[in-house]
Each structure stands twice: as structure tokens, then as C-alpha cells.
């Protein structure tokens, strides 16, 4: 008598796609090639900043690639002896007077823009992105007409003016953008509730804005702490210079003192630098800006 034994069922082997180990190389040469000019671009740009910081913390005469010893001399002449504690408190006003105004006009705008229907709405939509196109240089002379007409010039108002018009259009146009994305429904509830428009706006729509108008702001912020041709035209006096300006006029006729000037844009740099470190957040939360759930 013989016992048959039942023949086991072959288990399937690791599923594996066509090709697995061809497909893996490919995806890792795919890695490489993103990753190495990934590599390459970081590189070329990080070395200006990294000869600026050597020459801004090494000794006078010090030929060395390494900044050692590290000495703050040059930070401390470019600080009190060329006048950059003045600079940069005149930077620093014209930057949060920027932001604020540009902040505060493109909110309503921008409201009004994604709420309301009116004439010519296209057109003055069109009339705000040709505006783009216009570079700052062409308007120096007419800009300058009217601040003399004012008794502006020479004031730190007259560039709180100036980039506060040339920022407002782009600004505009993003708040209006953000607000389109808020469910109207939304303030039609607080409507129902009793609030009124400008009540519901503040509760409502305005916590949903943050990101946009922390991106706003900021960018208007850095724009301003970077211009260098409306401070250099608007403004004579040495004690309303702004922190580019007072580069350009750091620099000697005969000599150029090369420590001092990476000084100054080491503090020039600093709060740009600052200002992206923390808006990193808040531009990646504008892109569920509005959302809310069923």
C-alpha cells in the first residue's frame, strides 16, 4: 500500500517588476543626476558668500583661506567710524513703513478685487500687470518732480512712497488671489450670525490670510532693504542714507578697505537672511491657504 502524498502548492515568489534591478539603476543614475547640479549650484553660489564672511572676521593684511584668528574689528568700524548704525535704522524705518502700507492697501484692494464686480474691472486687472513691465529707472525724473513739488526729497518718506507704488500691483493682484480662495460661504454664515462685513472680514477671511500677507509684507520688506536707486537719487544727506547707499560710499577713492565693506554686507545680508528663515513656513502653508474641510 503506497501513501500519496499531496503535492504542496508551489508559494508565489517575491513580486518583482520586469526588469527590477535595471529599473533600480536607473532610478539611482536618476538620483545622481538631480543631486550633483543640485551640488554644483549650491556650491556656486555659497563660495561669494563664503569669501564675504572670510574677509568680514579675518585680521587686516591675513592672506588665508581659513578666517583665523577671528577678530570683529571690521565690524565694529563699520558700525560706528562709516555710519552703518545710522544706515541701517534708515533701512529699518523705510522697510516696516513699506511693509505696513503695502500690507494695509493691497488687503482692501485685494478684497475689493475678489468681492465685488464692477466696470472695468479687466481692465484696470491688465492695467496692474502692464505696470510690471515698466522699469523703476523710467519714472526717477516724474517721481522726483513730484516729491519736489511736495517737499519730499530729501525725506525717508519719499522711498516709503515710491516702493510702496511700485510694490502694490503684484501685492494686489496676490491678496486678491488668496481672498478668491476663501469660500464665500463662509462669510455669508457669519452674515446669518449678525456680523457685517467688515466684522466678518476680520473674523473670518483675515486668520485665513496669514500666509499671504506674511509673503506680502515680506517681499515688500526685502525689496525696499534692497533698493539702491531710489535712495541714491531721492536722498542727499549722508545721515538719511539707507544700508546699500552707505556701501557704495564706502568704498574709497583711492583705496578700498576690503574687511570693512564685507562688514557691511554681512549686516546687510543679515536681515534678508532672517526674513526668508522665517516666511519658509508660512509661503508653504499659502498653498492650502483657504481650504476648509466638508
Not at 543614475?29 to 550633483?36: A, T
Not at 529699518?92 to 513703513?97: I, K, Q
Request: aromatic letters at 14%; one cysteine or more.
Amino acid at each position: 500500500m503506497t501513501v500519496q502524498t499531496a503535492a504542496r502548492p508551489r508559494l508565489p515568489g517575491p513580486l518583482t517588476a520586469p526588469g527590477g534591478t535595471k529599473s533600480r539603476e536607473r532610478m539611482r543614475v536618476s538620483r545622481w543626476q538631480i543631486w550633483v547640479p543640485l551640488g554644483l549650484y549650491l556650491l556656486f553660489t555659497l563660495v561669494p558668500f563664503y569669501w564675504m564672511l572670510v574677509f568680514a572676521v579675518r585680521p587686516r593684511g591675513s592672506t588665508s583661506l581659513l578666517p583665523w584668528p577671528i577678530t570683529f574689528d571690521n565690524f565694529e568700524t563699520v558700525w560706528n567710524e562709516l555710519g552703518f548704525a545710522v544706515f541701517f535704522r534708515n533701512s529699518l524705518m523705510v522697510g516696516v513703513a513699506s511693509l505696513v502700507m503695502t500690507t494695509v492697501i493691497a488687503l482692501a484692494g485685494g478684497y475689493a478685487l475678489a468681492r465685488y464686480d464692477f466696470r472695468g474691472k479687466k481692465a484696470f486687472m491688465l492695467g496692474m500687470l502692464c505696470t510690471q513691465f515698466i522699469p523703476g529707472a523710467m519714472m526717477l525724473i516724474p517721481l522726483f518732480e513730484i516729491f519736489r513739488t511736495l517737499g519730499l526729497v530729501n525725506s525717508l518718506w519719499s522711498l516709503v512712497i515710491a516702493e510702496t507704488v511700485f510694490q502694490l500691483p503684484l501685492s494686489l493682484i496676490l491678496i486678491s488671489g488668496f481672498i478668491r480662495n476663501v469660500p464665500v460661504e463662509l462669510e455669508q454664515a457669519a452674515w446669518v450670525d449678525g456680523c457685517g462685513r467688515l466684522r466678518a472680514f476680520f473674523a473670518v477671511v483675515l486668520p485665513l490670510l496669514r500666509p499671504a500677507l506674511v509673503a506680502v509684507g515680506s517681499f515688500a520688506f526685502i525689496h525696499s532693504w534692497n533698493n539702491f536707486l531710489f535712495a541714491l537719487m531721492f536722498v542727499n544727506e549722508q545721515e538719511k542714507f539707507t544700508v546699500p547707499v552707505g556701501l557704495a560710499y564706502s568704498l574709497g577713492e583711492f583705496s578700498v578697505d576690503f574687511g570693512a565693506l564685507a562688514a557691511g554686507g554681512v549686516v546687510a545680508a543679515v536681515p534678508v537672511v532672517l526674513v526668508f528663515a522665517v516666511i519658509q513656513r508660512y509661503l508653504v502653508q499659502g498653498m492650502s491657504a483657504g481650504a476648509v474641510k466638508g
